[in-house]
């Protein structure tokens, strides 16, 4: 009879916490608790480790983990930096709310994130750290026995995603190409693949069309995910992330894809040669895209304005014999109103960053360095979370 | 005292059967609180739409809704011909010494992470499907109808035969059960009949007619929720002609495991996404009411 009742009790309290925890979560989600603060410990005795932890973008991840390592390396394990590799999006989210330091992003933060970021009044930086650029590559046998390089135009790139250029042999790809090559060109129809899920690279390259192309800039235009008129013709498909889109233009004669040029360097892709504003068939390389992002420096906006056009605005398609016309920035924000150790920490792990950090040995293969006057620039930026307030 | 403890028994039971529940209620809940705000903005007009232009803010995703539908549908028909042949093979011609071998390596079968399957899918599967059944049918001039198939092979088909692969173990196992089960003296008055084997087994069939559809059911919401090795497998293509099944499409689960991660860039594709997930689990539910109702419990 007791026994009874107790178990009756025991049932009754289990109710009670799943209920509890039940509830907890619904008003969690419902946004009434607010999100904490990782790990940003309020001690002020300067000894203490401070964690700092970040994450979005998973494109400049590599690059992020090896900065890590080698920075915790130098400092002797006294400073300690977590990056998550969750996607641009998330990243940008997360920061918002306010679970992470620092977020970081292929493009910039986006404009729904800028308007709610301008709504809460709070003070941020936003810097670059980290030069990108975008592969064209493709899936050409006949090309490759042959020792050719294909090149292209921005328009025609356009059309060929638009679906106004149907195959390898039409005309007007033909008569960019190397005279022992043109022949070689052939008659089959060209398979597009894209990035199936939302991505920067995605926002990138889809920017740089809209600056080519005009039919692009009205059907399309640009985002992290848009509609590909390509594949309402049957000649077009996804990849999930840049390993997919790669494994698929390997996989598939005749195609077309873009990828990180890290990718393309890492899984040795064949690229093609891009004609860029002034005329010049140019390869992403260390010095092309270095060429067409020096010229940004000067114009970067300040560091609480509206990036979300920097890349159309500034980078992209920029003159210059050598520049490669799809270059972009992966950009690091984070709030200037944090405790002093916070900021301290921030300030310490991305100034190094920028400076020691672009050197060689710091930088993963098929990454590559800031050039020096942006680097000038996001150092400046960056002296803002130290500044006297 | 037999009583008292059958008393306590029902009432732990009961309530980690509230708790059960109210986890299911707490995540409807969750679905329908977050996809307030779009349903508020453009109310059924998402599921009836296929243009996904987040560029836009345009929302409508009816093809993977339908992309969803077409291929757990498909890989129920085939799964339906797979798992009762299996079963039946089982009961009736497996010899009694081979039957522990073909039952374990059966729940193995089961226990395969499905990214494994999705690998499978992609290498071997639709190349194979693509080669040797949308290639020759498209060329009969078939293509109009079921569409074309891409180079890759990825296609709803390939996603439909994949996913009904995955679910026969599970579906094969509960109709081997039963079939094993159907009583002695019901077998021994259809052989005294006169029935040949094949006969029989037809019999035995309908006799079990309502666990098969049991068994159905269970392989179907599978079939609806899987997302890892669909996603490999069906092209991720937004493909507003679902019914065309040789062509790359998209189901809501590859939707949302490929647009998750930057939604929150957008204002409206988090709450977008929560409503196809409702969506989703709104279909499913529909389907497993629907053959539970007419499957084992009446």
Redesign the interface.
Known sequence: MRMGATRVIVAAALVAIALGALGMLLLQERGAVPATTTGTPTSETAARQVYIVGGGATFINPQMQKWIRDYMEETGGRAAVNYQSIGSGAGEAKWLEGTLDFGASDVAISRAGYQKLLESGRRFIQVPVIAGSIAITYNLPEFAQAGCVLRLTGGMVADIYLGNIIKWSDPRIAELQEERCRSLLPDREIFGVHRSDGSGTTALFTMYLTLVSEEWKERVGYGYTVTWPRDALGLGEGGRGNEGVSAKVQSTPYSIGYVETAYAVQLKLPVAALRNRDGYFVFPNETTVAEALKRAALELPGPQEFWGELPLRHYLNREGKLSYPIVGTPVVFMYLDVPADTARALYDFFRWVLTKGQEREHIVEGFIPLPKELRARALQYLELLVAPR | MGS?RS??FF??A???N??LM??VA?VV??LV??SLPIIHRDGVYPLVTS??????EEYGFLFALGGTLVTASLALLISLALSVGSAVAYAEFIPQKLRPAVKNFMDLAASIPSVVYGLWGLRVLSPFLRSYLMEPLSALGLSGVL??P???G?SFLSASVLLAIMVTPFASSIIRERLLAVPMHVREALYSLGLTKPEVILLELRYIRRSVLTAMAIAFSRAVGETAAV??VV?????PNFFRVF??GYTISSLI???Y???????YMVPALFYAALAMFAVGFAVNVLLLRYGERR
């Open positions: 008292k008393t306590d009432c732990l009961s309530a980690f509230v708790v109210l986890s707490l809940s969750v609180l977050r243009v996904w232009n987040p560029t836009r569409g074309v891409s180079p890759a990825t996603a490999m092209g991720n293509t937004i493909n062509s790359p495991a490929d647009q991660p930057n939604a929150e860039a957008y204002y």
